[in-house]
């Protein structure tokens, strides 16, 4: 097989590249990290399987599989529910570099899962001013007596399919969308946060997708 | 207008998309006068003042199918179910009829 010239690229990677920028204020009032390093992939229960699911989960993450619109973790992985009896798992700095494939093997029979670990453009965002800037596309209510650690939505910003999570007190926020939405989501958020000015750090976690990818191609061009 | 999804909560229209009379039941295609049926079933929709129940579906939500039972003249809207809850329902009772 002939080699090929294949080059891993993150969804933001020639948009959001780390500095400062907007509005020249005494502390950026957003902080923008993409996350690179998420293993994801949708869950969704066979019929009638619910409950052998909910405990295969438990026996394999530690994890109590959330009912309703929320986000579960233990360890760097999570389940959030995105649907009646779906979730979105993701496993972060990948904990398990076959997470995808060992979900599929420990839930077998019991949920169908779908790889969606490259599709996602996946945003941290945090900041003083971060609801601020949410509160320009994001049309449900995200004060903290309405929008909580731990609660996802599935909603639009812009017109575009979005799910938000809080995933701590700070708060930071964590915004996806499909990979192919990604520049226009990135113009949406960029004009909203200027006024405030902000801040792209680099991706924090230790493994980066990308590195996955080019181990994978290495092996696929071995054969 | 706003809707409460049983799974996101309360929304705006905009996240939902419609279909249309929840009331009514696809013709068996195979079932004598079946042409006339489903002229009926897919054009002859009738257009109520008052209580209506239609699906609506959570597009740009947790993509659940649901019936809203909505007041079409005040946009009230009284109840939202689960499509599937109502079709399971639906199941059963013929069941339990025979
Ligand atoms: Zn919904």
């Given at each position: 097989?002939?080699?090929?010239?294949?080059?891993?690229?993150?969804?933001?990677?020639?948009?959001?590249?780390?500095?400062?920028?907007?509005?020249?204020?005494?502390?950026?009032?957003?902080?923008?990290?993409?996350?690179?390093?998420?293993?994801?992939?949708?869950?969704m229960a066979r019929?009638?399987?619910e409950?052998?699911l909910?405990?295969?989960?438990?026996?394999?993450?530690?994890?109590?599989?959330?009912?309703?619109?929320?986000?579960?973790?233990?360890?760097?992985?999570?389940?959030?529910?995105?649907?009646?009896q779906?979730?979105?798992?993701?496993?972060?700095?990948?904990?398990?570099?076959?997470?995808?494939?060992?979900?599929?093997?420990?839930?077998?029979?019991?949920a169908?899962?779908?790889?969606?670990?490259?599709?996602?453009?996946?945003?941290?965002?945090?900041?003083?001013?971060?609801?601020?800037?949410?509160?320009?596309?994001?049309?449900?209510?995200?004060?903290?007596?309405?929008?909580?650690?731990?609660?996802?939505?599935?909603?639009?910003?812009?017109?575009?399919?979005?799910?938000?999570?809080?995933?701590?007190?700070?708060?930071?926020?964590?915004?996806?969308?499909?990979?192919?939405?990604?520049?226009?989501?990135?113009?949406?958020?960029?004009?909203?946060?200027?006024?405030?000015?902000?801040?792209?750090?680099?991706?924090?976690?230790?493994?980066?997708?990308?590195?996955?990818?080019?181990?994978?191609?290495?092996?696929?061009?071995?054969? | 207008?706003?809707?409460?999804?049983?799974?996101?909560?309360?929304?705006?229209?905009?996240?939902?998309?419609?279909?249309?009379?929840?009331?009514?039941?696809?013709?068996?295609?195979?079932?004598?006068?079946?042409?006339?049926?489903?002229?009926?079933?897919?054009?002859?929709?009738?257009?109520?003042?008052?209580?209506?129940?239609?699906?609506?579906?959570?597009?740009?939500?947790?993509?659940?199918?649901?019936?809203?039972?909505?007041?079409?003249?005040?946009?009230?809207?009284?109840?939202?179910?689960?499509?599937?809850?109502?079709?399971?329902?639906?199941?059963?009772?013929?069941?339990?009829?025979?």
């Amino acid at each position: 097989m002939a080699d090929l010239a294949l080059q891993a690229r993150t969804p933001l990677q020639d948009l959001a590249r780390p500095g400062r920028f907007g509005a020249a204020t005494a502390k950026p009032g957003l902080l923008i990290e993409e996350r690179t390093d998420l293993a994801l992939a949708t869950v969704m229960a066979r019929r009638g399987r619910e409950h052998d699911l909910n405990r295969a989960v438990a026996a394999a993450y530690g994890i109590d599989l959330p009912h309703g619109p929320h986000v579960a973790a233990k360890d760097g992985v999570s389940f959030a529910g995105i649907g009646v009896q779906r979730w979105l798992a993701a496993a972060e700095g990948l904990v398990e570099a076959d997470f995808v494939d060992r979900l599929r093997q420990r839930l077998a029979g019991l949920a169908s899962i779908a790889e969606q670990t490259d599709g996602w453009a996946v945003l941290r965002l945090r900041g003083d001013r971060v609801r601020d800037v949410l509160a320009k596309g994001i049309p449900i209510d995200l004060h903290p007596s309405r929008f909580a650690t731990g609660d996802v939505a599935l909603t639009v910003v812009a017109h575009i399919g979005v799910q938000i999570a809080q995933l701590d007190d700070r708060p930071t926020f964590q915004l996806m969308a499909f990979r192919s939405l990604a520049a226009s989501l990135w113009s949406w958020l960029s004009k909203s946060a200027a006024e405030f000015g902000y801040e792209i750090v680099p991706s924090g976690s230790p493994g980066r997708r990308t590195d996955r990818i080019t181990t994978t191609k290495r092996s696929i061009n071995s054969d | 207008m706003r809707i409460i999804c049983p799974y996101c909560g309360e929304r705006g229209n905009e996240e939902f998309s419609y279909l249309g009379d929840a009331s009514l039941l696809r013709p068996d295609p195979a079932g004598a006068g079946a042409m006339h049926a489903f002229a009926d079933y897919v054009y002859l929709r009738d257009n109520p003042r008052g209580s209506h129940r239609e699906f609506w579906y959570h597009a740009a939500g947790c993509r659940s199918w649901l019936i809203v039972t909505r007041n079409t003249s005040t946009h009230d809207i009284t109840r939202v179910e689960f499509a599937c809850d109502v079709a399971a329902a639906r199941m059963a009772s013929f069941e339990d009829e025979g």
